[in-house]
Structures are given as C-alpha cells and as structure tokens.
C-alpha cells in the first residue's frame, strides 16, 4: 500500500503528463477551429461561385 502511494505522489508531482495534456488540448482545440474554418470558407466561396455561373447569360 505503501508503494501504491509512492507511486501516486511521484506521478502527480512530475510535470511533463500536465504539459502532455494540455498540449494535446491546445491541438485539439486548434485542429476543430481549422475544421470549421476551411467549412466556414469553403460554403461561402461555393455560394459565390453558384452566384456568379448563375449571373452569366
């Protein structure tokens, strides 16, 4: 019980698991907000693209 508890201290007194996980949050939240932005643009240049073919004679 002893070593379980060592172990537990040691683990939440490491830094680099805290940095791991708030990295991979910071990506993730970054990767989602690139998603919609690439959607965001991308329906937006199809709506100017269908206005202007059905704007030519």
Not at 29 to 38: D, K, M, N, R, T
Not at 41 to 54: Q, R
Request: avoid cysteine; charge should be positive.
């Amino acid at each position: 019980m002893v070593n379980l508890l060592l172990s537990v201290r040691r683990f939440l007194a490491r830094e680099s698991g805290h940095a791991m996980v708030e990295y991979l949050f910071m990506l993730s939240l970054i990767l989602v907000a690139a998603i919609l932005g690439i959607k965001v643009v991308g329906t937006t240049a199809l709506d100017l693209f269908t206005t202007t073919k059905d704007a030519l004679p």
